[in-house]
């Protein structure tokens, strides 16, 4: 199994950033995508971004393209979510995820949280206003 720990949440103001990371440990060497994703309160959860584990491919929300880089170290096993420019609606419980059967389409990773079915506990990103 795999185990994904999520880090690095907390509370800023708007135009604020943080990186939050996702550390994965267990049988992590056949997975090709990681991706990361957002739930606020009373709304569904809501893909972020996504990388190709092997070729570094990305793909993002466009509620986030041009503020949010998501990023791997593969020594680490850990894939990162820089996230610039903040806004309140930003604020949400941040998950990464992976799946053995998720693999890349026309070279992205998808963002649908149905397919993935390893789940870090998540970390909770506020921005205020």
């Known amino acids: 199994q795999v185990r994904l720990v999520e880090s690095g949440g907390g509370s800023v103001q708007a135009g604020g950033s943080l990186r939050l990371s996702c550390e994965t440990s267990?049988?992590?060497?056949?997975?090709?995508?990681v991706a990361w994703f957002r739930q606020a309160p009373g709304k569904e959860r809501e893909g972020v971004a996504s990388?190709?584990?092997?070729?570094?491919?990305?793909n993002y929300a466009d509620s986030v393209k041009g503020r949010f880089t998501i990023s791997q170290d593969n020594a680490k096993n850990t894939v990162y979510l820089q996230m610039n420019n903040l806004k309140p609606e930003d604020t949400a419980v941040y998950y990464c995820?992976?799946?053995?059967?998720?693999?890349?389409?026309?070279?992205?990773?998808?963002?649908?949280?149905?397919?993935?079915?390893?789940w870090g506990q998540g970390t909770q990103v506020t921005v205020s206003s």
């Open positions: 995820a992976t799946d053995f059967d998720v693999t890349p389409t026309l070279g992205r990773c998808p963002v649908i949280s149905r397919l993935y079915n390893n």
């Open positions: 267990g049988k992590t060497y056949s997975r090709d995508c």
């Open positions: 990388i190709t584990t092997r070729r570094n491919s990305t």
